[in-house]
């Protein structure tokens, strides 16, 4: 049986032109992936029940300081369904604009839509701390350490509320814990 080379020939072209067409794709999907917020914006335009997708992206535009943009997505992704995520965000916002009582509450609605979101009790631990709340923010550290054994931040707020509170040396315990874990700023208060 011969082979035709015009059949050859065909064959050849058909396959330089389907790889060209999927490098082309691949190029034009690999732009999706150029940060996070076009990654998770193109996830929330494809699958757009996804509470996720919308949480992401608000985390991602709140990391760019885009607060606007932020909000709107974490609502939205709230709107589809209550998630620890988006509250916490909108928890971290209204913290960063010193909105303390709100700050809290936000970080309550994430703690009840997930018991074991430790960055939601750290967070919500800072806001009672500054808003003239050491105690209560001290249990909030505790329950982070208990969901997560390795959690630098939570050392590492624990020792300062507990160094304003005068309790110097449970202050160092935690502050040299945190350190251990990598928290360079706790490092600094290690005796």
Same mark, same amino acid.
């Given at each position: 049986?011969?082979?035709?080379?015009?059949?050859?020939?065909?064959?050849?072209?058909?396959?330089? #032109? #389907?790889?060209? #067409?999927?490098?082309?794709?691949?190029?034009?999907?690999?732009?999706?992936?150029?940060?996070?917020?076009?990654?998770?914006?193109? =996830?929330?335009?494809?699958? /757009?029940?996804?509470?996720?997708?919308?949480?992401? #992206?608000?985390?991602?535009?709140?990391? $760019?300081?885009?607060?606007? !943009?932020?909000?709107?997505?974490?609502?939205?992704?709230?709107?589809?369904?209550?998630?620890?995520?988006?509250? @916490?965000?909108?928890?971290?916002?209204?913290?960063?604009?010193?909105?303390?009582? !709100?700050?809290?509450? *936000?970080?309550?609605? /994430?703690? /009840?839509?997930? %018991?074991?979101?430790?960055? %939601? *009790? =750290?967070?919500?631990?800072?806001?009672?701390?500054?808003?003239? $709340?050491?105690?209560?923010?001290?249990?909030?550290?505790?329950?982070?350490?208990?969901? @997560?054994?390795?959690?630098?931040?939570?050392?590492? @707020?624990?020792? =300062?509320?507990? !160094?304003?509170?005068?309790?110097?040396?449970?202050?160092?315990?935690?502050?040299?814990?945190?350190?251990?874990?990598?928290? =360079? !700023?706790?490092?600094?208060?290690?005796?």
């Amino acid at each position: 049986m011969r082979t035709d080379p015009a059949d050859v020939t065909k064959v050849t072209a058909v396959i330089a #032109v #389907v790889l060209l #067409v999927l490098t082309y794709a691949s190029f034009v999907r690999n732009s999706v992936w150029s940060d996070d917020i076009s990654l998770w914006t193109d =996830v929330a335009e494809k699958c /757009a029940t996804k509470r996720r997708a919308y949480a992401n #992206v608000g985390i991602e535009y709140r990391k $760019q300081n885009k607060i606007d !943009e932020a909000i709107a997505m974490s609502e939205r992704s709230l709107a589809i369904e209550p998630n620890a995520p988006a509250y @916490n965000t909108l928890g971290i916002i209204a913290f960063d604009r010193g909105l303390f009582p !709100e700050a809290i509450a *936000y970080y309550s609605k /994430a703690v /009840a839509a997930d %018991a074991t979101y430790a960055d %939601a *009790y =750290v967070n919500r631990g800072n806001a009672l701390d500054e808003n003239g $709340q050491s105690l209560p923010a001290l249990e909030d550290y505790n329950t982070a350490i208990r969901l @997560n054994p390795d959690f630098a931040n939570a050392y590492y @707020n624990r020792g =300062v509320t507990l !160094e304003k509170l005068g309790r110097l040396s449970e202050a160092q315990a935690n502050l040299a814990r945190a350190c251990s874990l990598g928290r =360079v !700023e706790a490092c600094r208060g290690v005796k």
